[in-house]
């Protein structure tokens, strides 16, 4: 009975229920800025694009489908995916604009002999 109620005297005190408050209120704030006003800006971009789509544009769709936009409608959108070859695509299914990756350069005679002798050989 007595090791009992030294227990009882040892436990820890109830925390402040103000600190409980401004962790969640914490939580709350970082969610905001990492995960919901990145997303909604990156809606409202798109939008933006989808209003502002023209013949002559390149895009991507969701099925990962590249295209050329040959011409748009109120809610659809016809791409031209090959030559002579148009699909019909509704505007929600555009993900956005190609991405046009910048070719890499082939590293130069020079700076490959550069490289081999700052390399010391190990034998």
Same mark, same amino acid.
């Given at each position: 009975m007595?090791?009992?109620?030294?227990?009882?005297q040892s436990a820890p005190?109830?925390?402040?229920?103000?600190?409980?408050? #401004?962790?969640?209120?914490l939580?709350?704030?970082?969610?905001?800025f990492f995960m #919901?006003?990145?997303?909604?800006?990156?809606?409202?971009?798109?939008e933006k694009f989808l209003g502002a789509l023209k013949k002559g544009d390149k895009v991507v769709t969701i099925g990962? #489908?590249?295209?050329?936009?040959?011409?748009?409608?109120e809610?659809?959108?016809?791409?031209?995916?090959?030559?002579?070859?148009c699909i019909t695509f509704n505007k929600s299914a555009i993900q956005g604009p190609q991405q046009t990756a910048a070719p890499k350069e082939a590293p130069k005679k020079e700076e490959k002999a550069a490289k081999k002798e700052e390399k010391p050989e190990e034998k």
């Open positions: 007595n090791y009992l109620f030294v227990f009882l005190q109830g925390g402040s229920s103000l600190s409980m408050w #401004i962790m969640i209120l939580i709350f704030v970082v969610m905001y #919901i006003r990145p997303q909604n800006k990156q809606r409202k971009e798109l990962g #489908i590249n295209g050329v936009v040959k011409e748009v409608k809610a659809k959108v016809i791409l031209e995916v090959d030559k002579d070859v």
